[in-house]
Every structure is written in C-alpha cells, then in structure tokens.
C-alpha cells in the first residue's frame, strides 16, 4: 500500500514539476496564455508560442523525464548487480560506444541528411553503444557473469579505447572537435516528438522489467552463491537485467549525449528513502531520475536565457556535491552498498 | 591590441635589399636583412594573404586549416594552429614564420627559443583591422609593399560598393547566424562578435544582437522568426530536414542561403568579398 503512495506522489511532483518546466523558457509566455495553449483554447495568440510549446518545450521536458528516469533505474540495476556504489550503466562501455559512434557520424557524414525519428548522430549513438556493450560482455569472456567485476573491468577498459579513437578522430577532424564536444556534454535541444516516441518504446518496456526483476536483483546483490541456493540461475538472470539496462540507456544516450551523475546519484538519493527492495528502487529512482532532469533541463536553458548550458554540466554541478553530502551522511551506517 | 608599426630602412619601397622592420603583436620588433623569400604561415588568413599578394610560391609552410586557395593543399602542412610541429618549421628554415589569431604564447617562445623569426600579426575585427594589422605588414615582409596597397585598395571597392547596395535596401530584415544546431545546441555570433557587427553593416538585424558570445536556443529562434538564416555549407541539408528548424519562416520562404564562414572569420583578403556575399543574401530578402 505504501508503495502506491509513493509512486501517486512521484506522479504527482512529476506532473508539477513538468508543468513547471513547460511554463519557463527562454522566451517569456505569460502562464495564462501557456494554460490557453495546453487546453486548446488558443485562438489570437501568436503561432509562435503554439510551436514553441508544443513542438519544442512539451516534447523537450518529456524527453528530459524519459532520459533521467531510464539512466537512474539502470544505476539501480548495475549498482545492485555488481554489488559496488559507484556502478552506474556507463560503465557497461554504453557512453563511450554512444559517443564513438556519433564521433564517426559528425566525422564521416558531416552534412549527411537526417534520417526520421532519431537523426544521423542519435541513431549512429545508439549503434555505437549497443556494439561497445555487446564487445565489453565479450570481452570479459565466460566469467562475465559470475564475476561480475571483470565486466567492470572490461567496461573500463573497452571506455578507455574508445574514447583514445574518439581523440584520434578528432586530431584528424579539428573543424569537427566543437561538434563532437558539445554532443558528449549532453543536450535535450533537439529533443522533439520523434525522440519522446522512441525513448517511450524502448525506455518505458525496459524499465518495467527490471522493475518486474527486482526480486531477482535483490537477491543478486546478496551473491550468486545465495542466488543459486535459491533456485535462480543467477548468469542468465544477471544478462538479462544488464542487456536491458544496457538498452534502455543506450536509448536515452543516443537522444542526450552522455548526461553524467543521474545514474550513479539518483539510487543513492532514493535508498536514503527506504529499505534496498529493489522493486522499489527501481520505480522510485525512475521518479527521482525524471524529476532532477527535468528541473535540471530547467535550469540549463534558463539561467542566462536565450543561451543554454549543456545539461550534463548543471547535473555534474549539483549532483558532486550533493553525492559528496550524502556520503558524509551515511558514513556511520556505511550502507552506501545497499 | 596593437598595431605594427611601419618603419623601413630604405627609401625604396619594394626593395629587396632594404632591412625590413615592424612591431607585431606582442610588441616584439622584427627585423629582416631583406625581403622574406622563404615563410611559414601558421594561419589561414596569413596564408590567404600571401598567395593574394602572389607570392604563394615562397610559402614553405602552412597549418592543417589553411585549405585556400585550393593551390594550398600542395604546400606542407606543419600541423595545427595551436600546436605546429616545431621540427618541421625548423628543417623548413623559413626566413620568417607569421602566426595570427590562435597562435599562444608558448608556441611563440617555443619557435623563438628555437631559433625562428616569428611575427605574430592580427588586427583588431574591423575591415581596417585586416588592412592595417595582417595584409600591410604581410606584403611589407615580402618587400612588395605595393601588392599590399594595391589588395587594400580592392578590398576597399569591394567594400564601398557593397555599402553603396546596403544604402539602397528599403527595409531591415531579420538575420539568424547559425553556428551550430541541433544535438549539441544552438550556437550563434551575439551582439559582442565581429559576425554580428558584420551583418548590421550589410544591411540586417541579427536576431540574437542582444546575447553576448554564442549560446542562443531553438525557441529563441523561432521567436526570433527570422526572415534570413545564414548556414555554414556542412549545415545546409540538415538543418532543412531537422524539424522544427524546417518549419522556421526563412526556410520554407528559400530564405536559409549557404555562407562561406571562413571568408567572413578569416583576417585576410576574403573578408571583403563575404561581406559582399553577406550583403548579397541580406539583399536578396529586401
């Protein structure tokens, strides 16, 4: 019972919050013109506004939820799995595969045509991140899944040499390094309807059954050892969770960019609420992940108007020292573990 | 930012024997016994300037940027703006290297430590600022200071006559400058940049005058609703097929024109003709 509390109020601060977001931007629309737009009734107000909320902020805000929501169950899911605090899905090899095969696509198709939906550099994104993924389980060979370490050592590694070919294609593509850098800082800008419609297909499935997992999570994260005892093939279970946590963030990096700190910091946030059932964390990181992007989306393209900051900067700043608090905090209870 | 001073040590102007010397700008005196027959470009203005001055054939030297004109690409490149490959100046033994806008310090005293003659050479963002602080000073270190005059002077035209259309526009459109769209943002010249002075001068009103330095947004944009959108040639297809910015006014009227941005950013001889080229596509919303 209490767990449908809670998820109603994540809906409800989410819906507040979305609003919010919708009613600020770097062009003044008075809220009741906004509240005019939204319900329809927007006769004699300028089309401009009409395009810009509804094709730009709308989609921008939900895209902002869809991605947090996604990057923090995976940090649920990769944290409780590999049994370490500072396990966040990047670390599967999934961000500098993204940002590797949109290196290639600003580098070899610079004025390459938009493909529908998801675009040149999101769809070469999302490639790039499913490859790298797939090469570091690869990688870390058979004991991938046992150990689960060597699956963080693979990703490390795997990250390493990507990110040395993205520095090598910059050296011979300078008139490109500004593009390159500003897509790996992570932006919502381009996020119209297409980009909500394809986060929405993969990100919300994908959540759901890592939700749906959490009772295997829960008992992953105590060992295999305990897993086996009762009765769960712990490899399979564990592939399965990773490939969907893989997925769903691949999906959400491949519209964003590489937006950092969502994924290591949103579990740790939510754990503080309540006990380690990850069923639970699950559903509340997704909350708390699309709450603090959407605020921070906010406050990217608000701050000094009509500029923006790319987002991945905003969650960095806030997000450092609000992990650094936490772990103050808890450092009695050292149950940073979950 | 300072200018070079114009000192000579001879009479005669052009000559090759006279000892040439000038300021740069790092206020370093340089000097040379004759006219440089042997350089090193380490910027694409610079290089611009020494083949419109005709003498691209003395350019020993150049950086991966300097792609104009065409003819450049068979001079050597000796790496980047930022970071040239000190060795390859050195075995090149130019008798001058001329950096420009970009070239830090430390390259500077790198070069100079081992051994080059190095002039630092870039005005202030003005079309006097080309004239006065590379164009001049280039052509001086090439002991042909009449090219020099002779390019400013048809830069000059170029300029006049480009003014001259501008007095004749009978309204002031909206312009857009992109810089850069889509997944990494919108990147435009604010009101504190050279770009945007450019297109006041060339007739237009830039949308994003109001923004110092370069991050601007999709809304701002569109609420902007520009009659004119000004694009980079990598830009072109994209942004016309990336929605929202194909639902934009200026593109669906035939109003998002292809601008060549080097001309327009470079401090060297094009500078005339982009912003010919930019009061062109200003004029051709009028």
Request: aromatic letters at 8%; proline letters at 5%.
């Amino acid at each position: 019972m209490k767990e449908r509390k809670i998820s109603i109020a994540g809906i409800f601060v989410l819906a507040a919050v979305i609003l919010l977001a919708v009613s600020y931007g770097s062009v003044r629309i008075p809220l009741p013109d906004i509240i005019s737009i939204l319900t329809g009734n927007s006769e004699g107000l300028p089309e401009t506004w009409k395009l810009i909320l509804w094709r730009i902020r709308i989609p921008r805000t939900l895209a902002a939820a869809l991605v947090g929501g996604v990057l923090a169950t995976g940090g649920v899911a990769t944290q409780g799995l590999f049994r370490n605090p500072l396990s966040e899905p990047y670390l599967l090899g999934i961000s500098s595969g993204a940002a590797l095969g949109a290196t290639i696509a600003i580098v070899a198709a610079p004025s390459f045509l938009s493909a529908a939906g998801l675009g040149v550099i999101g769809t070469a994104a999302f490639l790039g991140a499913m490859v790298v993924t797939f090469t570091v389980f690869i990688a870390a060979g058979k004991g991938a899944f046992k150990l689960p370490s060597t699956l963080l050592l693979s990703g490390i590694a795997i990250a390493f040499l990507c990110q040395a070919v993205i520095w090598l294609l910059m050296t011979y593509n300078r008139d490109q390094v500004e593009r390159i850098t500003f897509w790996t800082l992570g932006s919502l800008s381009s996020a119209g309807w297409s980009k909500v419609l394809w986060l929405s297909a993969i990100t919300i499935p994908s959540t759901i059954v890592l939700a749906s997992m959490g009772r295997v999570i829960d008992v992953l994260s105590t060992g295999y050892d305990s897993a086996h005892g009762l009765g769960l093939r712990p490899q399979r279970s564990a592939a399965v969770i990773l490939a969907f946590t893989a997925l769903g963030t691949a999906a959400a990096v491949a519209v964003s960019g590489s937006i950092g700190f969502i994924g290591l910091m949103v579990p740790h946030a939510v754990r503080l609420l309540g006990g380690p059932s990850h069923r639970k964390l699950v559903i509340r990181s997704w909350f708390g992940g699309a709450i603090l992007l959407v605020l921070a989306d906010l406050a990217a393209r608000t701050i000094n108007p009509p500029g923006e900051i790319p987002v991945g900067i905003v969650t960095a700043l806030l997000g450092a020292p609000f992990l650094l608090i936490l772990a103050r905090g808890k450092k009695g209870e050292g149950r940073l573990d979950g | 930012m300072v200018l070079p001073a114009f000192a000579r040590g001879s009479d005669e102007a052009g000559s090759r024997r006279a000892a040439i010397t000038l300021k740069d700008n790092f206020d370093r005196e340089i000097t040379l016994g004759s006219a440089a027959m042997t350089v090193v470009s380490l910027s694409p203005g610079i290089t611009e300037t020494v083949f419109a001055l005709g003498y691209g054939n003395r350019l020993l030297g150049r950086t991966d940027y300097c792609d104009y004109p065409p003819e450049a690409a068979s001079v050597l490149s000796v790496g980047s703006l930022t970071e040239p490959d000190i060795e390859t100046i050195v075995a090149l033994n130019p008798d001058i290297v001329i950096a420009s806008t970009h070239f830090p310090k430390e390259a500077l005293d790198r070069l100079v430590a081992a051994g080059e003659n190095v002039a630092v050479l870039m005005g202030q963002e003005s079309f006097q600022g080309a004239y006065d602080g590379v164009i001049r000073p280039v052509s001086l270190i090439l002991g042909d200071s009449e090219a020099g005059e002779a390019l400013v002077a048809s830069m000059e035209a170029t300029v006049d006559k480009a003014l001259a259309a501008v007095a004749g526009f009978t309204r002031t459109p909206s312009v857009y400058y992109v810089v850069g769209f889509g997944e990494g943002g919108d990147w435009t010249a604010g009101g504190n940049t050279f770009i945007s002075e450019m297109i006041e001068m060339a007739g237009g009103k830039n949308i994003a005058a109001d923004i110092s330095g370069w991050s601007f947004s999709l809304e701002a944009i569109v609420d902007g609703n520009p009659d004119l959108i000004l694009l980079p040639g990598w830009a072109e297809p994209i942004f016309k097929t990336t929605p929202v910015y194909s639902d934009l006014r200026a593109v669906k009227e035939g109003h998002a024109i292809v601008i060549d941005e080097n001309a327009i950013v470079r401090q060297g001889p094009r500078l005339a003709e982009g912003f010919a080229d930019l009061v062109n596509a200003i004029g051709s919303v009028n």
